[in-house]
């Protein structure tokens, strides 16, 4: 599938690493697991082709590289993880997401208020994506803690139109796989499963809205959400629904998990914005991960920082009580 990690490639700067020999996704998936991601991210990040160091086949989309922003280590962005259906705590899911649960074969079903609903193998959709792009996005979660992320991916306004949705579309809702026998986490409960997202279509559409496939350039480890996810720089990390099965245009505005579970906390737009708090803790400043020792605090942007492109789709919107 074009989502494989081709055979011919080599990380230029670590020639000798084992991982040069790893030619598919699931060998490189179970090293992941038992080794625990143990090499330098940031060593990768020196050169400027940024996914051609590790020969996924992506292209590093120039608009979305800020040279400001430094991404964070793979091994941070990849084993401090929230993914309940795989436990609670940051460091399950790197081990409980890689002990036998497969994320290929993969279908995808494109669902509801759509002139092409379909269901298709997630390497036939990239197939139809044409090509996949990389894209450095700040990430913030609305525990107040943020990473630096290279997603690589397409934008969901190409997925959408392979929908054609219809003009009563109002909503874009994502859902989970639901599998109780591979997800500790559905078998507990410790959330209403499977897991939803929404968007309204006009965001899901806008330019930054991207579904990821990959992180630096390799294939997306299952704790982050293999085998596609969704990605919404603005937005709280909470949003970013991981492992797709069904996208499903609705009229109505969908319930998302974490509202469900606590509407007073969380909401259906979750926009990064340091002026609301959560009810339990302060918005305004953000541990930053892997950013040294005790970790670094800064200061939290507006929309993480996408105000500028972002803003127009609130214009008239209360964000205090739509949050
Ligand atoms: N299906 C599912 N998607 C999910 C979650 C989850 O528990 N289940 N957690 C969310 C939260 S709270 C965050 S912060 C991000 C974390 O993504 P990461 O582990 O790749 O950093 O995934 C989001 N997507
Ligand atoms: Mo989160």
Request: glycine share 8%; net charge positive; with cysteine.
């Amino acid at each position: 599938m074009l989502i494989r990690t081709p055979p011919d490639w080599e990380l230029p700067e670590s020639a000798a690493t084992p991982e040069q020999h790893y030619h598919a996704r699931r060998d490189f998936l179970k090293t992941l697991g038992l080794a625990g991601a143990a090499f330098a991210a940031h060593d990768l990040l020196s050169t400027d082709v940024l996914a051609a160091t590790a020969g996924f086949p992506t292209k590093v989309n120039p608009a979305y590289r800020d040279p400001a922003l430094k991404p964070s280590s793979y091994e941070a962005i990849t084993n401090y993880n929230n993914f309940y259906e795989f436990g609670t705590s940051k460091e399950d899911p790197v081990v409980l997401a890689n002990r036998g649960w497969k994320t290929e074969p993969w279908t995808v079903e494109l669902a509801g208020l759509c002139r092409a609903p379909q269901k298709l193998d997630v390497s036939d959709l990239v197939a139809k994506m044409d090509g996949i792009e990389q894209r450095v996005y700040r990430f913030r979660c609305v525990e107040a803690w943020s990473m630096i992320i290279p997603w690589d991916g397409f934008p969901l306004a190409k997925l959408i139109a392979l929908a054609d949705p219809l003009p009563d579309a109002k909503f874009l809702k994502m859902t989970t796989f639901l599998d109780p026998k591979v997800s500790p986490g559905q078998r507990q409960g410790n959330l209403d499963y499977p897991y939803v997202e929404g968007l309204r279509l006009d965001e899901a559409n806008h330019e930054l809205s991207f579904i990821a496939t990959g992180i630096y350039g390799k294939p997306i480890p299952n704790q982050n959400g293999a085998p596609l996810r969704l990605v919404v720089p603005w937005k709280y990390g909470f949003k970013y629904v991981k492992s797709i099965v069904k996208f499903e245009f609705t009229a109505k505005q969908p319930l998302n998990t974490w509202q469900a579970m606590q509407s007073r906390e969380y909401g259906f737009y979750a926009n990064v914005n340091p002026t609301v708090d959560h009810p339990r803790w302060s918005q305004a400043s953000e541990r930053v991960i892997g950013g040294g020792g005790l970790g670094s605090r800064q200061r939290t942007l507006m929309f993480n920082g996408y105000e500028k492109q972002v803003a127009g789709l609130y214009k008239g919107l209360d964000l205090r009580k739509n949050y």
